[in-house]
């Protein structure tokens, strides 16, 4: 996975730790939405003040909404603006709200990059365009 750092580097200005910077760009960029499950799986831990610590920074920021869902678990939307604007990434519509079908399957889309991190990933329109034009011919 490549992340620029110079989009870390937005993040972390935001008053983000490292750690934090790397896994919310994955959100903004591949999802949207997380839960703290995943996050606790992208720090490998399986509990802790680690996740309670971002939670109350995004919440407090007003960076990401909570959602209760069922068996009282929460999903984040990752919705600010500002962190997508410093990230080049205000175009793509994971900020955006969304049914609980697409819900999941943005769940799912990040746990399936979580559990593969050493891919690369098509991150825009243009990555894909330019990929499936010259890579695919």
Not at 4 to 27: K, M, N, Q, W
Not at 58 to 66: E, F, N, Q, T
Not at 87 to 97: A, G, Q, S, T
Request: charged residues 25%.
């Amino acid at each position: 996975m490549n992340i620029r750092p110079e989009d870390l580097s937005a993040i972390r200005c935001l008053g983000y730790a490292d750690t934090e910077a790397r896994f919310l760009y994955l959100v903004a960029t591949h999802s949207g939405y997380f839960t703290q499950r995943q996050y606790l799986t992208f720090t490998d831990q399986s509990h802790g003040w680690l996740v309670n610590r971002l939670i109350t920074r995004i919440l407090s920021r007003r960076h990401a909404r909570a959602t209760a869902y069922a068996n009282n678990t929460h999903v984040y939307n990752l919705y600010s603006r500002r962190i997508y604007d410093i990230i080049d990434k205000d175009d793509v519509r994971n900020r955006r709200r969304q049914s609980i079908e697409m819900i999941h399957t943005r769940l799912m889309i990040l746990e399936f990059i979580l559990a593969n991190p050493h891919e690369e990933y098509l991150e825009t329109e243009a990555d894909k365009t330019r990929y499936f034009t010259c890579q695919m011919d």
